[in-house]
């Protein structure tokens, strides 16, 4: 298959389908412009294409599911622009643009990530979402997601790295902090989409040890563009990590080792979805393109 | 009926089952710990309340929907907090204690409210809440539940009520805010109970109305007792809604016309409410407690 088109193509079902569940409208106010601003920023829709890509792997139809993936993006979204806040990681610049505070105050932000987390819920529990699924399986998955979103994922995981920042930390505080703040959500994406699909128990397990492996990959992988990646293909500043004092991978292990543990994760990651056979393709191409960006 | 011990003895049943929701536990770390610091500051829990009474009204068991009306508490904790921060209303004290950034600092409180709102819909999609309802149900209370809570009801009405603040505004602005960023949950409280308790659709809309008119009175009355309640029995100053020239009620038409107004808008729930019979009796007491607090 070819990752470029593929990623192309699903990337462009999710911004349409995102369109039609938040579209524009001046009655919304400002609230409603700054959650766009962030929600279309031009993110690589990973989360929701990784959702789609678990429900094809386990032999369910990937348009079933794309507005559950929507969601997701919508919480992955709302993620970055309360850990982009002065009171965390203070950050100006994401994806090429000024952080949703800088551009509508901070309160403002505050609320819009508000409203994309319950916007997400939202589109979850809206009969549009989940016509031709099964409720009891739709409820399913939407727990998997608000769990790995909860205390003890995403947000435990943010509030651990902020404990974190400036103290230092060894290789198991940063391995608690990324699986919660990263693994967590992706590979509730992709076992989500498998259990929409209807896939069975040990499908499912493959799915989401695919997804926790490939996550960490993915959040190592970002630790090392944050030092070696070029500032003007990623949208933001390099070094950011280091001069906030941030627990990373390879400021723990170093760089070297840090990429070992990447491809390795890939490895291992790819072995386990491989056993769902050809209808995974798509995974293991993505799991590929993941570690192909720092090595 | 003996309000006083009917709301006392409802509000036992909520601090039980979100203990057991939200048990204390030391490897939740600081981001439990802050999350349990809000949740369990002694709040009246009426939206748990109203949601059994309003699943009573339509002859449902209310312990049947205890649950799902805890996740409602969890939603309307979340709302406090963010409400409370300094880029926000700026609070220092609430429910007579210190709000919760004074206490975990700025970035925590921002995660706190995260984690009980990500909390709220990991209860409502846990099976353990919805045993014995029917999925469609509890998905279509939650969408209701989550409307509310959306940029279309709570995070819309805060945003007005941010970009209101200090500029003035007239009888339509504040009750704009106010629809939004009290009665909506409110209303969605009493309604998703209705719902869940299987409801025909004319007694959902009799609880939607009468949740509308006394969420809007019930904020009245709060900005009544910002003028002219006891701080010491309020556990927070008064007078801070006019130092911060936030826009209200009795701000914009006196005192004498808000209290005319609670009154009425009491009344008119109460005459909505009464059309299902005895059995609403309790959100008839509770209409009445509402303006009695003021009047």
Redesign the interface.
Known sequence: MELKAYLAERRQWVEDALEGLLPSDEA?????KA?RYSLFAGGKRLRPILCMAGAEAVGGQPRKVLKFACAIEMIHT?SLV?DD?P??DDDDYRRGVPTNHRVF????A??A???L???A??VI???AT?QGLE??R???A??LV??A???RG???G???D??AEGKGGELSDVEFIHMRKTAALISASVESGGVLAGGEPNQLTALRHYGMRMGMAFQIADDLLDVEGDPGLMGKPTGSDEAKGKLTYPGVVGIAQAKAKASQLVREAIGIVSTLGPRAEALVEIARFVVRRVS
């Open positions: 919304g106010g400002t609230i409603l959650m709302y309360h806040l009171a965390m105050g901070e309160g403002m505050v609320l990530g508000d409203g987390l319950t916007e819920m939202v529990t809206d009969p989940w409720p009891a739709v409820m399913e939407a727990n608000m769990r979103a909860s205390f995403m947000v435990g943010q509030a651990a902020l404990e």
